[in-house]
């Protein structure tokens, strides 16, 4: 491998809780170790649009405690070309990048493979995604200041839910995961999560309604998975609407509040990790690889592992969720 003078930092796809951070570790650890940085901004797009500038310490100062990110983000349909790659990468190559770390999630990091792979560049990617659905990382960066956002409305709810003997459906992020649901769920001590993984095994609803979960209880509290393979929210409080016209059903989205505020020391901790592994790992001619944590161990995941396989859920705490809502 060519000699690493000079790396690009970008954050693309939705933002998360804890990208300033990474982006603060990134940069310092880069200049620590005698490497020039070059901030992207707006993820893809900026390659291709040439908005890219020099990056120092004082570019990353006083960030670490806010959300979003300091690099903008956005969706770019020309870097789905190849034509679009082709000119994303000679902007590049004309700001003298010599390797790229791309803070995101699984598009992210799949449009990160794919580029290096077609021009055999060197990219270590960070797992920025609150829905923690990467494979090869116990946790994505933004995660946890999720789970503390989604536990912070489910305990206001709940006020309202006991007050009025209702049942409510909370939706939260997860298309494809249920990790913030079925977490967020035990952490609020919520009756019940539906989740995408088991929809297809099971009818969640029509077992929660059958197991009688409200038999000693004045509300109750279910959170789904926004997933369409759970029906989400409206669609659960639809169904009972028709199918068990006896309760009183509310929904409250979440929605984007899952994604904003200042990132837990946990996400901090982390993205602070991770952003320095990356360096590291560029240091160490590693390429093509996502930066992971397991057993509170650095770990380096390739592209294809992270991206194309599927995390599972621990099955053992759909158990725990259900013995302690009785």
């Not at 000079?6 to 982006?23: F, H, K, R, Y």
Request: charged fraction near 25%; charge should be neutral.
């Amino acid at each position: 491998m060519a000699e690493i003078k000079t790396i690009g930092i970008l954050t693309s796809g939705g933002d998360a809780p804890g990208m300033n951070a990474a982006i603060r570790a990134v940069t310092r650890s880069a200049i620590f170790s005698g490497l020039k940085v070059k901030g992207i901004y707006r993820g893809y797009r900026g390659l291709i649009t040439n908005e890219i500038v020099d990056f120092h310490t004082q570019n990353v100062s006083n960030i670490i405690q806010m959300g979003g990110t300091i690099l903008k983000t956005a969706r770019c349909k020309e870097f789905q070309t190849l034509e679009g790659r082709k000119l994303a990468y000679d902007v590049m190559r004309s700001h003298e990048i010599d390797a790229l770390v791309v803070i995101g999630g699984d598009g992210s990091l799949t449009g990160a493979r794919i580029f290096a792979n077609e021009f055999n560049f060197p990219i270590i990617g960070l797992p920025g995604t609150i829905d923690n659905d990467l494979f090869g990382t116990d946790s994505t960066i933004g995660y946890d200041t999720a789970l503390n956002t989604i536990m912070d409305c489910v305990d206001k709810i709940r006020d309202t839910a006991t007050s009025h003997e209702r049942l409510f459906f909370i939706e939260v992020m997860g298309r494809d995961a249920g990790f913030l649901a079925l977490n967020g769920a035990i952490a609020a001590g919520a009756e019940a999560a539906i989740i995408p993984e088991i929809s297809t095994e099971v009818d969640q609803l029509a077992e929660l309604i059958q197991n009688g979960f409200r038999k000693s209880k004045n509300s109750s509290i279910v959170l789904v998975a926004e997933s369409p393979v759970t029906g989400g929210a409206m669609g659960l409080a639809e169904r009972v609407k028709n199918e068990y016209p006896g309760y009183d059903v509310r929904v409250s989205i979440l929605g984007h509040l899952q994604r904003g505020g200042s990132p837990t020391a946990v996400d901090r901790i982390l993205a602070s990790r991770m952003g320095a592994a990356a360096i590291d790992a560029l240091m160490d001619d590693q390429r093509n690889v996502m930066i992971g944590i397991k057993n509170d161990e650095i770990v380096y995941v390739p592209f294809t592992r992270a991206i194309k396989k599927d995390k599972p859920i621990n099955r053992n705490l759909l158990e725990t969720l259900r013995r302690l809502s009785i």
